[in-house]
């Protein structure tokens, strides 16, 4: 029998071990958060098998390897975290990575670099908004809406490219900085997901607009009776998703020397989706971190790269990923304290 | 008692009147550092009815679910008929023949209400069920305990108003013959003549030998009803007495430990300005409302379950549509598309469905306490930091929210406390217009004397206070004026000075006035 009580009385945090010393251990728990430390926990451990199995995972190249692997699959975590927050879910991500990939490169070659990247983060931004249009005025569940239209703009990057890779921007200046090159040592691919998660950690963080995203995600009711406008939080939430996938796809095109309309981007939106709920962002919305979700992005580098120097298969790389996800979200289930009764909401 | 198909069910035989059928006794229970209950002890009899009372916070749930095996209590012992008991599960005190009727109970949207009844105990014939004979047997127990014209076994539970559904969730417990049934304020979202109805069941299930354990802030009941009345205060155990040897005096003593004689303090100011005024304002909700409020004006709508009176207010902030009709703020006729239009009007308004309506559960006080004026707190889209605080640690300190900080989380404090949240969110968007649906609703006696402290206080300030109530002595001792709705309609206006509890339930009933189309006519 299902007791909801609503007369609140003390209904406790998920019960913390009070037995521990007190003092400085509990206060880096708080500020730093439950979820964040065992995270940095679990870095530490795959670094030290995985080091101790192979010297070369040591290494500054691989150290790069592993940053600039990250990057793009980052920027999806990242914008995929405000979207879970926010309540809803993005699958689209990886086809508008793809879509605009290919796209970047062939405006690249029609006009030139700078075209290439404002007409792929429009295009981005366009995907985005038709995704925050049909969940908003059509009444769809965002997982359906953006299932379809992950089918749908694979499709249209496989149309408008005839299923090949397109353009050569090997020779380009611009691309070979995106993809190559470094600031003050640090390569451009991981300072772009360096400020845009900063940016995205700011807004949620500090702005309106970041309470009124962890408000909608929370209560949707409360939050139109408090004079939010919801629809224009999920649009503009979508059409910012819309823009940085195009970020993301561009580097792609960068990394690659040419635009692929698929192959770069495939299973990206999974990758990002995992790295959001092992970072901490509740799938029912009003929870996550921007920093939970880079920790979370951190440890995915590290496993796959290390997957790969000891020689694991990529067949059985796909199966660890879906178990990751899966193990992600139930961790997250036992910790929020509900009932192992029917089916989860 | 009822004929159960089902196997599972315990038929215990009836044990003599008088005799304990559950013994609590020393329950202590802690959450992390809050001790939520200690030495709480309480008994129940066959054939009797024990009140258990006490301010939200008190420890009633708390020690319900310890009964239950929803919880493990850290120290007690707990006796069911003679024997001792440790729960760890809810179905297992079920099987042993202990229900508790939750306040807010679950039912199957789209299944009928006969289905409902018997889940998980539905019979069958080989694969099959047979659905006539489960409404058969749904139609019978229903006539048995009395609700037969209240609810249709065919019915969905889509259809079925919080009052409905309170009845399906006593019917699912009665379906196992239970020793020993404990209800948990039943009655806050019944209607007065489903009340009656309740109270007829539940004394023919004492006279039957059923132990009853009930839950509720409302002492009209509480002496109408119960023969022992235990009090907790702050999950201590106060006493136990006979009902006969109290009075509503001593028991506000018990559970408070102060004396609350000026309950209702208002001091009429007079009227100012119109703040609001409805002109014949029509939708699919309610129909031709003509009302309005004066700035430092108290009004209340009262009215049964169904009248409309939610839905009336949502109307008024904006979330429903005015079809037809006028809707003014200070003389300007006004077109609310969304919440905001009405807030940025300068109205407030606390919903009936504190959590969830109102509050942001897994946020702050102080989150939640800024929502409505975010705008104001923030430079640019910058929210300043210091003066959200600010904010919030001056409605804390000002309505005497009881939390360990700003920064605990809603979901953490008490009903009354929660209630407060919603109020200074709102107190902190200073507004012309306040509209508070069932402000003390699921609050304790203490949290009720302050909240309607604060509104008076906010009238005498010159805010305009419009405040729905299915309590007719609140609504009585706190409006200047109160419009009686029935229908989806206003059936009268009455002056606080000569308004009698008759008056009001008069017009409430006044179907007459009601629109059959409209009307959820459960009575």
């Known amino acids: 029998m299902p007791t909801t ?74 914008v995929q975290t405000i979207v879970i927050i926010m309540g809803a879910l993005d699958i689209s991500v990886g086809s508008i990575a793809g879509l605009t990939s290919v796209s970047s490169a062939m405006i690249f070659t029609a006009t030139g670099p700078f075209l290439g990247v404002v007409g792929a983060v429009g295009i981005g931004m366009l995907c985005g908004l038709l995704n925050g249009c049909i969940i908003v005025f059509g009444r769809v569940n965002p997982v359906i809406a953006t299932l379809a239209t992950l089918a749908a703009y694979k499709g249209v990057a496989q149309l408008i490219s005839d299923g090949r890779a397109q353009g050569y921007t090997g020779a380009d200046g611009f691309f070979v900085f995106l993809a190559r090159g470094s600031i003050l040592g640090v390569p451009t691919l991981i300072l772009v997901l360096v400020i845009i998660a900063l940016l995205a950690h700011v807004v949620l963080r500090y702005t309106s607009i970041g309470r009124n995203i962890y408000a909608v995600g929370g209560n949707d009711i409360a939050s139109r009776l408090a004079g939010i406008n919801i629809n224009r939080y999920l649009i503009g939430v979508y059409v910012a998703t819309g823009a940085v996938a195009a970020i993301a796809g561009v580097l792609i095109t960068a990394r690659t020397g040419s635009g692929q309309p698929v192959s770069g981007s495939e299973g990206l939106e999974l990758e990002a989706i995992t790295a959001a709920a092992l970072g901490g962002a509740a799938l029912k919305g009003g929870k996550g971190t921007i920093a939970g979700t880079i920790l979370a992005v951190i440890l995915l580098g590290i496993l796959t790269n290390g997957m790969t120097l000891l020689g694991v298969n990529s067949f059985w790389q796909n199966v660890a990923k879906g178990a990751l996800l899966v193990l992600a979200v139930v961790i997250q289930q036992l910790r929020s304290g509900e009932r192992r009764i029917g089916l989860p909401g | 008692m009822v004929k159960t198909i089902a196997p599972a069910a315990s038929g215990i035989d009836p044990a003599p009147p008088g005799t304990v059928m559950l013994s609590a006794t020393g329950i202590e229970k802690s959450f992390g550092p809050v001790r939520a209950l200690q030495g709480v002890q309480l008994e129940l009899r066959a054939g009797e009815v024990t009140a258990l009372m006490g301010e939200n916070g008190a420890g009633k749930s708390t020690l319900l679910k310890i009964l239950t095996g929803d919880l493990q209590p850290d120290a007690g012992t707990l006796t069911l008929a003679g024997t001792e008991v440790r729960f760890t599960d809810p179905r297992q005190s079920r099987l042993a023949g202990l229900r508790v009727i939750a306040q807010e109970p679950e039912v199957l949207l789209h299944v009928s209400v006969a289905e409902n009844f018997y889940v998980g105990a539905i019979g069958r014939q080989g694969l099959m069920f047979n659905r006539a004979a489960l409404l058969a047997r749904a139609d019978s127990d229903l006539r048995r305990y009395g609700f037969e014209k209240v609810i249709r076994p065919e019915t969905l539970g889509s259809a079925l108003s919080p009052a409905q559904r309170q009845i399906v969730e006593i019917m699912r417990a009665l379906v196992d013959s239970p020793s020993v049934i404990c209800f948990d304020e039943p009655t806050s979202s019944l209607g007065d003549e489903e009340v009656v109805i309740l109270f007829t069941l539940i004394r023919q299930l004492r006279d039957e030998g059923v132990a009853i354990g009930y839950v509720s802030h409302r002492m009209q009941e509480i002496f109408e009803l119960s023969d022992n009345i235990t009090v907790l205060r702050d999950g201590k155990f106060v006493g136990t007495k006979t009902t006969a040897d109290t009075n509503h005096d001593d028991l506000v003593r018990m559970m408070v430990g102060r004396d609350l004689s000026q309950f209702f303090h208002r001091d009429p100011v007079l009227p100012g300005e119109t703040v609001l005024e409805l002109r014949g304002v029509t939708n699919s909700h309610v129909t031709d409302i003509h009302l309005e409020v004066k700035a430092g004006e108290v009004v209340g709508v009262s009215g049964l379950v169904g009248a409309g009176r939610s839905e009336l207010m949502k109307t008024i902030v904006g979330d429903l549509r005015v079809d037809s009709g006028e809707l003014l703020m200070g003389g300007t006729t006004m077109s609310f598309k969304a919440p905001a239009d009405a807030i940025a009007a300068g109205i407030g308004f606390a919903p009936e469905e504190r959590k969830a309506e109102a509050l942001l559960l897994k946020r702050s006080v102080r989150d939640n306490v800024a929502l409505a004026r975010l705008r104001s707190l923030s430079r640019w889209i910058f929210v300043r930091a210091a003066d959200e605080k600010a904010l919030a640690a001056e409605y804390i300190a000002r309505l005497g929210i009881r939390t360990p900080s700003s920064e605990q989380l809603v979901g953490n404090l008490s009903g009354g406390n929660q209630q407060k949240v919603v109020l200074a969110r709102w107190l902190a968007t200073h507004p012309r217009l306040l509209v508070l649906d069932e402000p003390t609703r699921g609050v304790d006696v203490g949290a009720k004397s302050e909240i309607y402290a604060i509104i008076d206080e906010l009238a005498q300030a010159g805010v305009a206070v419009l405040v729905v109530s299915s309590e007719l002595p609140e609504v009585i001792g706190l409006s200047d004026r109160i419009y009686v709705m029935a229908g989806g309609r206003i059936t009268g206006e009455l002056a606080r000075d000569h308004v009698t509890e008759e008056q009001i339930l008069a017009l409430a009933m006044d179907e007459s006035a009601a629109d059959p189309d409209l009307s959820t006519s459960l009575s």
Do not use: D, K
């Open chain 1, 5 to 78: 009580q609503s007369t609140a009385t003390l209904r406790s945090q998920p019960p913390i071990e009070t037995g521990a010393r007190p003092g400085v251990f509990r206060r880096v728990l708080e500020v730093v958060g439950v979820q964040n430390i065992s995270l940095l926990m679990a870095i530490a451990l795959v670094v030290a098998v995985i080091g101790s199995q192979n010297a070369l995972f040591f290494t500054v190249g691989n150290l790069r390897v592993i940053g600039t692997a990250i990057a793009i699959s980052g920027l999806l975590a990242v």
